[in-house]
């Protein structure tokens, strides 16, 4: 079912095998930022040593903001989220985003 899902896409977006080994550093650090959107910052942090991908290539900070946001949010911690989203008012702004005005 699958193979048939895949030809019926409008372009063949898959890498081949030799697109995959050509380019280890970006596979590696879409599998890193996978990890972190996820939250698990600790096996992020392993991956990232494990795999030699640079700092300088992936940093984890907007995803530890985003989750310390949604727990602040969950704990119905208004505050400091109203703080943020203050502090980051141009740039809610530019995504079009209506988080102040759902809090």
Not at 24 to 44: R, S, T, Y
């Amino acid at each position: 079912r699958l193979g048939k899902a895949l030809d019926k896409l409008p372009c063949n977006t898959i890498p081949t095998e030799e697109e995959w080994k050509a380019e280890p550093q970006q596979i590696h650090q879409a599998i890193a930022q996978h990890f972190c959107h996820e939250g698990k910052f600790d096996l992020c942090t392993t991956f990232i040593e494990e795999s030699k991908l640079e700092e300088t290539e992936f940093t984890q900070d907007p995803y530890s903001i985003m989750h310390s946001i949604l727990q602040q949010i969950d704990k119905k911690n208004l505050d400091e989220v109203l703080a943020w989203s203050e502090k980051n008012s141009a740039f809610l702004l530019h995504r079009e985003s209506d988080l102040v005005f759902k809090i």
